[in-house]
């Protein structure tokens, strides 16, 4: 089993559609978790993190912690073509002293049509 | 702020050759990663680094090298291209916090062939 889950998609929408994307994990240590974004061929970059469980609200996302359940979400609303991404959840240990290794799903693909 | 960047952006290697990957950063971040992202795979921890002089293994290290002799760089080596090799390589680069450094930024990356 893989320490973290994440559909692939593609996930199809269409323009002013809400998005839920998802990832479960296995690992009870994890404390913090991220939301990156990445464009066709770029590099990824954080859209949003959270700390321990609970919601975090940024403009048209919103990400979503339940660790009683391994859960995370990222909500999308009123999407946009330019919000046509992989989106891919990443999660870290809290570790002083020492760099936070980041365990990434494998991304699930959006697509936002007109 | 350039950010993180990184050089080539392509490069197609014969099995067997050696290349260096670049990866510079101008935010004065002491921590730097190498990964490397293969399709439907996510991406794989290479190396790290916590300070220049420092390095230690990630989940993917075989077949890599690296250093880190500046805050700024940390180039990564491949040494006798494999095939295994093929894949898209991502550096970031991120600043301590206390109790984690979740926040890491992200070069553009290099798309190496190995055939």
């Known amino acids: 089993q893989k320490e973290v889950e994440q559909d692939p998609g593609p996930l199809s929408v269409p323009e002013g559609a809400i998005v839920s994307l998802n990832c479960t994990y296995s690992n009870s240590a994890f404390q913090y978790f991220m939301w990156y974004r990445q464009y066709s061929r770029k590099g990824p970059e954080l859209l949003m993190y959270?700390?321990?469980?609970g919601n975090k609200e940024d403009g048209r996302f919103t990400a979503q912690v339940d660790k009683s359940s391994k859960y995370i979400s990222l909500f999308i609303r009123d999407s946009q073509p330019s919000d046509s991404a992989t989106y891919l959840c990443a999660m870290s240990t809290p570790n002083t002293g020492t760099a936070s290794k980041l365990t990434f799903g494998t991304g699930t693909r959006l697509q936002v049509t007109l | 702020n350039a950010g993180v960047t990184q050089t080539p952006k392509f490069r197609i290697l014969k099995i067997g050759q050696s290349m260096t990957l670049q990866c510079t950063q101008d935010?004065?971040?002491?921590?730097m990663y190498w990964y490397r992202q293969d399709p439907g795979m996510g991406l794989k921890l290479i190396y790290y680094s916590v300070g220049a002089g420092i390095t230690d293994k990630g989940e993917v290290p075989n077949g890599y090298n690296v250093s880190r002799s500046t805050t700024e760089d940390f180039p990564l080596r491949l040494e006798l291209a494999a095939p295994s090799q093929t894949s898209v390589y991502f550096c970031?680069?991120?600043?301590?916090?206390?109790?984690?450094?979740?926040?890491?930024?992200f070069g553009p990356g290099t798309r190496l062939t190995v055939t």
């Open positions: 959270t700390y321990s469980s």
């Open positions: 970031a680069s991120s600043f301590h916090r206390g109790a984690g450094s979740y926040e890491q930024y």
């Open positions: 935010m004065n971040h002491n921590y």
